[in-house]
Structure formats: structure tokens, C-alpha cells
């Protein structure tokens, strides 16, 4: 499961895939519950990053219905055009998802599957950047997949592209080093592709005040 964010390829990987995107997804149930979660976390009307929001769906779709206040960022124009479509409401920007500098601050950061195109030290850092942005609740929502590699070639509906995977206890850390506290992960099996089967991880966390 890959979001549209920064790759090495000419063209964004997502640019190439599109809609077929969301029609190649078997389970989204864990992803869903887990930004009902972040709802029911935050204060009505908080401002939250959507970072790496891909075609709108079902993310910032589900956070914009709720009443939040929501930017999603994004590096494929293909998938923000999709998602300025199925998700209208939300304050879409073009960018790369480690240049955050200029978007102000937030309650809360979501971030599924989009940290993981990036090299391990570029998320590193991408981590400690995201807890400058932070206030109020300070809330982090993230998902990866589980591995242990950086930058690995892979191809994505027939899309060629690197990704990036930690072992459970490895994410904690970085998370926690970047400056958050009260670490939970949950680890989770699912069908992200027809036919294949990857182990998801979904971590919550706050920023440290």
C-alpha cells in the first residue's frame, strides 16, 4: 500500500498509476478505524496535515467530513487532481513531503503509507521535522509496512519505484527519538493487492510539549 510522494523516476510513480490506485485495494478497514481514531483525538475543527494524501481517499475524504480543518500535500499532480475530485474541502498543495517549512502548524499529522517511498534518512528526518509543526494535542498517525530495508526497488501496478520498511521495535525508536512519546505500533496482516499479502504497521503517538 504506496502513497503519490517523491520518487527517483522521471515521471511520479503515481502520476503513472492514477485511479487504479485506489481500484487495487482489497483492505482499507485498519486504515479507516485508525483516522476515525485521530477524530475522535483531536478537537472540533483542528487543523490537520494529511502528508502524502494521495487521491483523497478514504483519508482526507473521512477528515473533511468530520469538520477538520485539513492540507494535504502531495508530489504526483495526477493524484491531486483525484483527490481534489472525490475528496473536495481540503486545501491541496503540490510539494514534496519533506519540504514542510511553509505550511503552518497543526494538531495533528497523518501520514499512511507515504514515508516509507523515502530513503530511512530522509524519514528520520522527515519525523523530526513533522514535530516542529505540532501543537495542542500534537497527534501522529502513521502507517509503514513492515521490513527491513531502505530505498529497495520495487514495482507498484506496474510502476517501478524504492520503498522503505523498519522492524516494529526499529519504528518505535526513530519515533520516539524524533521526539514523541506515548509509542503505540499494532501490527496487522493485509490483502493490499490482489494476491499479495504484506504486514501493515500503524503507529499513534504525541509530540513531546
Not at 8 to 35: C, H, K, M, T, W
Not at 61 to 77: F, H, I, R, T, W
Not at 129 to 141: E, F, H, K, N, S
Amino acid at each position: 500500500m504506496l502513497c503519490g510522494v517523491a520518487t527517483q523516476n522521471p515521471a511520479p510513480a503515481f502520476d503513472l498509476i492514477g485511479s487504479r490506485y485506489d481500484e487495487s485495494f482489497v483492505e482499507r478497514d485498519v486504515q479507516i478505524a485508525e483516522a476515525e481514531w485521530l477524530i475522535s483525538a483531536v478537537p472540533a475543527g483542528a487543523r490537520v496535515l494529511d502528508l502524502g494524501c494521495g487521491s483523497g481517499l478514504p483519508t482526507a475524504k473521512q477528515l473533511v467530513d468530520a469538520g477538520l480543518d485539513v492540507v494535504g500535500v502531495d508530489e504526483s499532480p495526477v493524484m491531486l487532481d483525484l483527490a481534489r475530485a472525490q475528496a473536495p474541502g481540503a486545501d491541496y498543495r503540490l510539494g514534496d513531503l519533506r519540504a514542510l517549512t511553509d505550511l503552518g502548524e497543526f494538531d495533528a499529522v497523518v501520514t499512511f503509507f507515504a514515508l516509507l517511498m523515502l530513503p530511512k534518512a530522509d524519514i528520520e528526518q522527515t519525523l523530526r521535522d513533522i514535530r516542529a509543526l505540532l501543537r495542542g494535542p500534537r497527534v501522529l498517525l502513521l502507517s509503514m509496512v513492515q521490513g527491513d530495508f531502505d530505498t529497495f526497488p520495487v514495482n507498484f501496478l506496474g510502476s517501478p519505484t524504492t520503498v522503505s520498511a523498519y522492524p516494529p521495535d526499529e519504528l518505535k525508536r526513530i519515533v520516539t527519538e524524533a521526539g514523541f512519546t506515548d509509542v503505540r505500533l499494532r501490527e496487522f496482516e493485509a490483502e493490499a493487492e490482489p494476491g499479495r499479502i504484506e504486514v501493515q504497521l500503524y503507529l499513534r503517538a504525541t509530540a513531546q510539549s
